[in-house]
């Protein structure tokens, strides 16, 4: 399915994830499926958590054991594919690259938007974090029901 549509199945978007109980503080999550010469993930991580390894084409792998969730990564990824989840009580709470105009404000409701570009849930904006290191990256934090934890990849603005 990937190959033919660029969006990956539950079981590989799954395969990304650790199992439910490392969920209880925030972990990366990387969207990197295929093999392309890239590493940014790997060398910015302070924590050795990110692994590419010797192949600069190897897909990164996240050590949840050695992750701390500090977003380093999210920021530092040119293809905009890592995030950083954590489970807490019946929501999901998302940490998101984006760079789109005008950013989103604290407390802003949005539509949670799938891997097809569909709006699947609601969501509220949590915090919205930008630095200068971070070349116009924003990284926005936000809440949505944790049943779309495999689905949800971004929002979409409601106007």
Excluded: H, W
């Amino acid at each position: 399915m990937f190959e033919k549509t660029g969006v990956p199945s539950e079981k590989l978007v799954k395969s990304r994830f650790p199992n439910e109980r490392y969920l209880n503080s925030f972990k990366a999550i990387t969207e990197c499926y295929e093999e392309i010469p890239c590493n940014p993930c790997e060398t910015s991580c302070p924590f050795d958590a990110i692994e590419v390894g010797i192949d600069i084409n190897t897909p990164p792998r996240v050590d949840f054991d050695l992750c701390t969730g500090c977003g380093i990564c999210v920021y530092s990824c040119p293809g905009l594919a890592i995030i950083n989840v954590m489970l807490e009580d019946d929501d999901a709470i998302f940490r998101i690259p984006y760079e789109f105009l005008p950013i989103p404000e604290v407390g802003m409701k949005v539509k949670g938007v799938n891997r097809f570009g569909e709006d699947i849930c609601d969501g509220e904006i949590l915090k919205v974090k930008e630095g200068k290191l971070q070349d116009k990256t924003i990284v926005l934090t936000l809440k949505i029901p944790k049943e779309y934890l495999y689905d949800f990849v971004t929002i979409r603005r409601l106007t």
